[in-house]
């Protein structure tokens, strides 16, 4: 149980182009999904809480209007990187918390999406 | 801010050795989690650590927590070479209505487990 899909796993664009990259929870509801960053040989770094139902909270620094979050149901979120440029070139994670689940933060993560804008 | 930091970042070890790669973190928390990644890979969650002096053991793997020290340790004992991966711990604030926070990572420790 408790898995999480991420649709597509690798994109090549154009500079300039949209790409959205889709988050879903296979087995399980999850109220909050969690969108991360990872560059090459580093950490990963939250960009956003994404909540069913309402506005995505945005950490410090990341652009709300450059990486548009939608949390439509209980089991999908989409990330969409707008206008993407190659210093957005990154592995995109996403994570989801159980809804109703248990007091700490347990989080499923997805496979992740490697974008690569040329 | 929450700042987790790891130690070593890197390290290179012979198969059958033992070592130890530390975390500490800056804010007062009492969950912490510590995940395997394999190169191109997503993480896997090896251990959930939510108490002071918890731990967990799984195969050659022991993780512990100390929450006054605001420390935990991955304890490798007798490694292999397939436990040559990223490992990262993070940490996360639950909000005091129990809402569901981010997880701050440490920076990932590169280990190398040579025959």
């Known amino acids: 149980g408790a898995v999480v899909s991420q649709h597509p796993s690798w994109v090549i664009c154009k500079s300039g182009t949209s790409v959205k990259i889709e988050c879903r929870s296979l087995d399980f509801q999850a109220t909050t999904m969690f969108w991360y960053r990872q560059f090459p040989k580093q950490s990963l770094m939250l960009m956003a809480t994404s909540n069913e139902g309402s506005k995505a909270t945005y950490e410090q620094g990341v652009e709300k209007d450059k990486f548009l979050i939608n949390h439509a149901s209980l089991t999908l979120s989409t990330l969409t990187v707008t206008s993407a440029h190659p210093e957005d070139s990154s592995f995109y994670i996403c994570s989801a918390r159980v809804a109703g689940g248990f007091s700490y933060n347990e989080q499923f993560f997805g496979p992740g999406t490697r974008l690569t804008v040329l | 801010e929450l700042k987790v930091e790891q130690n070593p970042l890197f390290l290179s070890m012979q198969e059958g050795k033992n070592y130890t790669i530390y975390c500490n973190y800056s804010t007062t928390s009492d969950r912490l989690y510590w995940y395997r990644q394999d190169p191109g890979k997503s993480l896997e969650s090896l251990f959930v650590l ?52 981010g997880l701050t990572f440490g920076k990932g420790t590169h280990l190398i487990i040579q025959p």
């Not at chain 2, 939510?50 to 100390?66: F, H, I, P, T, W």
């Not at chain 2, 604030?93 to 809402?99: F, K, M, N, V």
């Open chain 2, 50 to 101: 939510l108490s002071n002096g918890a731990v967990k053991q799984e195969g050659r793997l022991m993780a512990s927590l100390d929450t006054k020290a605001r420390l935990s340790t991955l304890h490798i004992t007798a490694a292999v070479h397939d436990l040559s991966a990223t490992y990262f711990c993070a940490v996360d604030i639950l909000g005091s209505g129990g809402g569901a926070d």
